[in-house]
């Protein structure tokens, strides 16, 4: 029975020992997986740190010279130079369609600055014409007023013949 006793007594130990060392390895585990999820999390929060720098950069900053650029048109500022930017996909339509929208408008503008132009030309010319009518009919008035008077003194120098005449 003391070999019994002595068997179980080591057993017993050796159960400690294999307690005491398995909660370590638990211990050790439980660390090594802090530490891992620790150095995920922030790899994670690198990453979408990253993205939103890039989002920014590559999509939100053109977005927002483009939306300048429409509000400046929108005020009447067709001095803004084109977007030269060549994108893709949505962002790029969205480019090339102010951007061209804005070199329509130039066009525009400067076909209407022409036919102003025009326009003034001939205004200046139908104002010199109107007033060389107008002065051809003050003449023509001056004249038509000078033969009535030249008639009523024919007539009453006629009459005065007439008169003289007869008597």
């Not at 048109?73 to 804005?102: F, I, N």
């Not at 132009?117 to 000078?146: C, H, K």
């Amino acid at each position: 029975s003391q070999g019994m006793r002595v068997e179980t007594e080591r057993l017993t130990a050796l159960l400690g020992d294999s307690d005491v060392a398995q909660a370590e390895n638990i211990l050790a585990d439980s660390r090594h997986a802090y530490t891992q999820l620790g150095l995920i999390t922030l790899l994670a929060l690198g990453l979408g740190i990253g993205a939103g720098l890039l989002i920014r950069q590559l999509i939100l900053q053109p977005l927002r010279q483009t939306v300048v650029l429409a509000k400046r048109v929108a005020a009447g500022d067709l001095s803004a130079p084109p977007v030269l930017m060549e994108r893709r996909g949505e962002l790029g339509q969205l480019l090339a369609t102010v951007s061209g929208m804005l070199e329509s408008l130039r066009g525009l503008v400067s076909r209407i600055g022409s036919g102003v132009s025009e326009l003034n030309g001939t205004a200046d010319s139908l104002v010199a014409v109107i007033e060389r009518s107008s002065r051809g009919v003050e003449q023509q008035r001056q004249e038509t007023e000078q033969a009535a008077t030249a008639m009523q003194q024919m007539a009453a120098t006629s009459q005065e013949v007439t008169r003289n005449v007869c008597e």
